[in-house]
């Protein structure tokens, strides 16, 4: 059985009934891997691939509401982007200038500005529920695959929570 939708295409199912869409999208000067995925595609509703689409084709605005979340959090310093942050810090030391793209003399607002937005996962199963619908990852080091700040989002592109993947 398959899925039809206008930016999706054609979204098949495999044998245990997952479906699973990926594709690249660049904004500015990144470029994100996009997957949509749900465990059951009975599951999945027309108004969860729309706001799916909603989610890719805003993806630059949708960058910066996730940035100025993680500034909010800065001043928390129990929160995981200040823990993040300071990770950053001592693991870069005396080059972490060489890793940033600006510098303000802020630490803490470069290391965000700098982040690489490396994925978005949507989980379109889980659209309009309390889990989240979509999940960004960002990095200072677009090799790192520990090193990096997950953001939760919800079907809304609200920012839910804000975690270390460690």
């Known amino acids: ?28 000067d990144q470029s994100v891997t996009v997957d949509l995925t749900a465990p059951d595609q009975d599951d999945v509703s027309a108004a969860a691939l729309d706001a799916a689409a909603a989610l890719i084709g805003s ?8 940035r100025r979340a993680m500034l909010t959090e800065v001043d928390d310093r129990t929160s995981e982007v200040t823990e993040y942050v300071l990770q950053q810090q001592e693991a870069y030391g005396d080059e972490l200038e060489d890793v940033l793209v600006d510098i303000s003399g802020d630490a803490a607002v470069d290391i965000i500005r700098s982040l690489r937005l490396s994925s978005m996962t949507i989980l379109a199963d889980e ?7 979509a999940v960004l990852e960002y990095a200072l080091d677009a090799d790192a695959t520990d090193d990096v700040l997950l953001v939760n989002l919800g079907s809304d592109g609200a920012v839910m929570s ?3 993947a460690d």
Do not use: C, Q
């Open 1 to 28: 059985m398959a899925i039809e939708h206008d930016y999706f295409g054609v979204l098949s199912s495999g044998p245990d009934g997952a479906i699973f869409w990926t594709e690249r999208v660049e904004f500015g």
């Open 59 to 66: 993806i630059e605005g949708l960058d910066e509401v996730v």
């Open 127 to 133: 659209h309009g529920g309390s889990e989240p619908f």
């Open 162 to 164: 804000v975690m270390s």
